[in-house]
């Protein structure tokens, strides 16, 4: 009995080392997920931007098309004032000047109003984009120490399951099958040390006759409470 609880003990512990691996494992993966995650926001925020400027800068160019045929209409009907003959005529033609004027400053008015919206624009896609480089090489930087991470952990784990298996071996399968049902449902602790007749794994008192066969040594024994399986560390 000694010698399969000596091997459920060593077994016990080099499944928590790998559950210990694949929960930090989990979490780099996790923070390396975070990270994707805060840079594609990142993104998004910059290419709605990139698209905003796009049709920022579309309808300034539009707004300064129609400034040139303004202000060539201008020169053109100030270029028939010396031909005009009559006052009627004259006064029509100022008319029709002061009317395009007006047309070109609104034009102007619109005109700068864009190019501060895309001033404004451009600065927080500036930003973005710094935002963007600053994550990206803190992501790339963060994943090449990840990976030499992960290469290490999967190295100790291949270790650690070459001894697992050399140690399940030797187990029977019925009681191998039973530590693993406990370990999975007992959150990694399948095996527990009784102390002054207290099972550790859940701190309830064993039965005086039980706590008298496991000190006997000569079976293996199972919390009533926990369903652990139980041993006591030898002077």
Known sequence: MHEKMNLLRELQEVDQELVLIV?????YEEELQEI????????QMADELSTQLEALKKEESQFQQELLAEKDQIEKVEGRLPEIQTQKEYVAVLKE????????????????EKDKAISE???DFDEKQTKLAAIT????????????IFA???????????TRDSLAKDLPNSLLSKYQRIFSRRGGLAVARVVEGACLGCNMQLPPQQYNRLQRGT????CPHCNRLLYIEQA
Request: with cysteine.
């Open 97 to 112: 000047i002061d009317m395009a004027k007006k047309a070109s400053i609104e034009t102007q008015t619109k005109i700068a």
């Open 219 to 222: 079976e293996l024994q199972s």
């Open 23 to 27: 929960t930090e494992r989990t979490r």
């Open 152 to 162: 290490a952990s999967e190295k100790t784990c291949k270790a650690r399951r070459a």
């Open 137 to 148: 090489e803190k992501s790339d930087a963060r994943k090449a120490e990840v990976n030499k």
């Open 121 to 123: 624009l451009q600065a």
């Open 36 to 43: 994707g995650e805060e840079r594609e926001k990142i993104q």
